[in-house]
């Protein structure tokens, strides 16, 4: 189902919800800067993770790196350990490559399309940085900003269609007063964060109400539009924990694969002669379309394991907050 919306946002509006930011924005750690640099870092952490779930990360992160220079040249198994929890890891190792380009370069991009070719830069990303860091007139779009526009210009298209989003992008473009283009684009993130909400919207909060047709016409609940795709597969899987004295047995994901170089519980299926003792909780973790049902046991493998299986190595607990960790295995051993 396409309705593509005859209805035309404007600056007018755009000029309405710059008001309403400045009056209402929530205070955030990357919005009291205009470093690039620091900018890139927020909205590359802000990919797929949750602003409060960023927020120590990005402070950390800034503290240990506060340059490209410094993030250039430090070892990637730092760089993985002060980003591990946030998940998505290709975005810490692709943040690195892009710091030491920016180093060559000799400073940061200030062009849309230079930005945009930075590793691990999409076209939201380039947006965001390059209206924000340089007041560069290009709208993002996000998921927020797409729930937004669809329901001010009360447009049915599939929001997974390249035809609704440049219509939707072409109708966040037209709010941009000039000048004013950073501000305006986070003030639309704001609203798809704070009011215009997937479920029960605040309308009656709303500072462009009056202007929303999906309100008028009473289906904001029904929009945006988003075909399934991909239905959830539900995988269980049972993870070991097994240690000695002070010391849990973990492997190393070997180079080149996803997630290279992240330290990992075993599966159950890799130790077939461990034998399990207790069950010391259950979780469930979602990766892509995967959701996870995991059990972890208290086990001990029959042969002593000196030195440890290939592959594998005992670790001291001591040196765990050093290391980089997947999301799962934190979860597991119950780390934060
Ligand atoms: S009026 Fe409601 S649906 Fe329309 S933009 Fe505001 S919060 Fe969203």
Redesign the pocket.
């Known amino acids: 189902m396409s309705v593509p919306s005859t209805h035309f946002p404007s600056q007018s509006l755009g000029e309405i919800l710059l008001g309403w930011f400045r009056r209402m924005a929530r205070r955030l750690p990357w919005r009291e800067t205009k470093d690039p640099y620091a900018i890139w870092v927020s909205e590359i952490m802000l990919q797929q993770t949750r602003v409060e779930a960023v927020i120590p990360y990005f402070e950390r992160f800034l503290q240990r790196f506060p340059t490209p220079a410094a993030l250039a040249t430090a070892p990637e198994e730092e760089v993985l350990t002060v980003w591990s929890g946030l998940g998505y890891y290709s975005r810490a190792r692709n943040l690195q490559r892009a710091a030491r380009m920016v180093v060559e370069r000799g400073g940061f991009p200030q062009t849309y399309e230079e930005i945009l070719a930075l590793p691990g830069v999409g076209e939201y990303t380039a947006a965001a940085v390059a209206s924000i860091a340089f007041g560069l007139p290009y709208a993002v779009l996000d998921g927020n900003v797409m729930r937004?526009m669809s329901?001010?210009t009360c447009d049915f298209g599939d929001i997974g269609s390249l035809a609704t989003r440049n219509r939707l992008r072409d109708a966040a473009q037209r709010c941009l007063p000039p000048g004013e283009a950073g501000s305006t684009n986070q003030a639309l993130m704001e609203?798809g964060a704070t009011?215009?909400l997937p479920r029960n919207?605040?309308?009656l909060l709303?500072p462009?109400?009056a202007q929303?047709r999906?309100?008028a016409e009473g289906v904001?609940d029904e929009l945006p539009t988003k075909l399934r795709r991909t239905d959830t597969v539900a995988v269980e899987t049972t993870l070991l924990q097994i240690e000695r004295d002070r010391q849990i047995l973990l492997r190393q994901r070997p180079s080149g694969g996803r997630m290279a170089g992240f330290w990992e519980i075993p599966e159950a299926a890799e130790l077939p002669q461990a034998e399990p003792i207790e069950e010391v909780h259950r979780f469930r973790h979602s990766i892509m379309n995967r959701a996870y049902r995991c059990t972890v046991l208290h086990a001990v493998n029959p042969e002593p394991m000196d030195p440890a299986p290939a592959g594998y190595s005992w670790v001291d607990r001591s040196r765990l907050p050093d290391l980089p960790l997947s999301t799962m295995t934190r979860k597991a051993l119950r780390l934060k």
């Open positions: 937004v329901r001010i609203l009011l215009c919207p605040r309308c709303c462009v109400a929303c999906a309100r904001q």
